[in-house]
């Protein structure tokens, strides 16, 4: 069952969901502990999105723990939104408590969307990281003029994978296939056929996709 937990964050706490691994491996023998992040905080992102739910679900049934968890200004986490500086602190906090409540495992860094931005920024240089996951990562400028470079996710040579939306309006697929041919490999990528930006109806063939990619990932 997942436990509703706290953990420290350099503004405060930070309100989190531990998903344990679905087959109830022990802690030793879990696939890695993987923290997730959630899109937008402005936009109504939280660790409740479906896709974040699903996702979390997903990787959970291929033997993962999964940590979600809300940003600084979000449900009851303390503190307000610090237009991703901050942001990146607080997934760093998270790797902070699965490394110490999973010392023996592999960490993934994991996001959807502006999730995504964070977690494969901070994922791409710490080094207790050893697997990036980004899903509908923002890498065309939005609609609204909002603008997210990917300078270290770039130059990472850890392996990358990717779940987009055929037909995302925020992020077109286009735009992902030109960032994903500058990345360096190992990388791979799963399309969605007719899903948008936030997966509308087709949030489970997300989870599915995460375990298509991962689900015999020896890393």
């Known amino acids: 069952m997942p436990t509703i937990t706290d953990l420290a ?18 802690d030793t023998a879990i696939r890695a502990a993987v923290v997730f992040a959630h899109p937008h905080p402005q936009f109504g992102g939280t660790m409740h999105t479906k896709v974040v739910y699903q996702g979390a679900k997903a990787l959970s049934r291929i033997g993962c723990a999964v940590l979600r968890f809300n940003f600084r200004g979000v449900g009851r986490s303390e503190g307000q939104f610090d237009q991703g500086d901050g942001e990146k602190e607080d997934f760093t ?16 860094a994991s996001g959807f969307s502006f999730g995504a931005w964070v977690a494969l920024e901070v994922g791409a240089t ?34 990358k994978f990717f779940v ?24 791979e990528i799963v399309v969605i056929d007719g899903a948008d930006h936030l997966f509308d109806g087709k949030t489970t063939e997300v989870g599915e996709a995460l375990e298509e990619l991962l689900g015999d990932f020896e890393g």
């Open 93 to 108: 906090a998270a790797i902070d408590y699965v490394a110490t409540h999973f010392p023996e495992a592999r960490i993934w």
């Open 164 to 187: 987009q939306g055929e037909a995302d309006e925020v992020c077109p697929l286009e735009a992902l296939w030109q960032f994903y041919g500058r990345l360096k490999e190992p990388k």
């Open 126 to 159: 710490d080094d207790r990281v050893s697997v990036l996951i980004g899903i509908a990562p923002p890498v065309a400028t939005s609609a609204s003029g909002m603008q997210y470079s990917f300078p270290r996710t770039l130059e990472s040579t850890r392996p």
């Open 9 to 26: 964050g350099p503004a405060g706490g930070l309100e989190a969901v531990l998903e344990p691994p679905a087959d109830g491996r022990a």
